[in-house]
């Protein structure tokens, strides 16, 4: 099983840029998390999704966008990227609150550098 | 916000050695994940904790919920160079959307 695939794994921007981080899942979880994680640190929470068409702010959401069309994607988008956007991005899901015991599902990070 | 405070945040010791890790909380959690973290990788689960006062076994790594089912501790016997890398906890609840809150982590370096 592929679990969850981001894209693209590395990136650099240029002040003032904007892309699309992708995320996708193959085992039908609800919930999916966007997390930024800074050197050393442990996770800040973006933005989440509980179901296809569903979306909410976290912890640090300013500078970012997300959206949910489907169960298995979950794309962030960052609209004109900022020096202090530099992080490494994890995808998560999880099954929902009814189902697992509340672990977390990661992808293998994209790491961003705006310059 | 709901924090969770782990310490220490860096360890550096010789392999052979015990070491314990911390984490702690104001707020009750639905469970509690451990996760280890490698360079260049997303985090890995190594066990969740549900029952207040549970304490779990992974080989050399003792893993223990708090009697309140806020705070946690995870002990490993005789490091080894592998155990090298970054533990994270992180509460869970089966409210609020399901949203788990991170330690800022504690980076072991085990030395030969």
């Known amino acids: 099983n592929a679990g969850v695939t981001q894209t693209p794994k590395f990136r650099i921007l240029k002040i003032g840029q904007s892309m699309t981080l992708q995320c996708t899942q193959d085992?039908?979880?609800?919930?999916m998390y966007w997390y930024r994680q800074d050197p050393g640190m442990g996770l800040k929470l973006i933005y989440y999704?509980?179901?296809?068409?569903?979306?909410d702010k976290g912890e640090v959401p300013n500078g970012y966008n997300v959206s949910r069309s489907t169960t298995e994607d979950f794309p962030l988008r960052l609209e004109l990227a900022a020096p202090s956007q530099t992080s490494v991005y994890f995808c998560?899901?999880?099954?929902?609150?009814?189902?697992?015991?509340?672990?977390?599902?990661f992808g293998e990070g994209s790491r961003l550098t705006v310059l | 916000t709901q924090l969770l405070e782990q310490s220490p945040q860096f360890l550096s010791i010789q392999e052979g050695e015990n070491l314990t890790v911390y984490c702690n909380s104001s707020s009750v959690f639905s469970s509690l994940q451990w996760y280890r973290q490698e360079p260049g990788e997303g985090p890995v689960l190594l066990v969740t904790v549900v029952t207040g006062g549970e304490v779990k076994k992974l080989k050399r790594l003792t893993f223990q919920f708090g009697d309140a089912r806020k705070d946690s501790s995870l002990h490993i016997t005789a490091a080894q160079p592998g155990d090298t890398g970054l533990y994270l906890c992180a509460g869970a609840r089966n409210t609020n959307a399901g949203k788990s809150t991170f330690g800022d982590g504690t980076t072991l370096t085990v030395k030969p």
């Open positions: 085992m039908n979880h609800n919930y």
């Open positions: 998560a899901s999880r099954p929902g609150l009814a189902g697992g015991s509340g672990e977390l599902f």
């Open positions: 999704s509980v179901g296809a068409g569903i979306t």
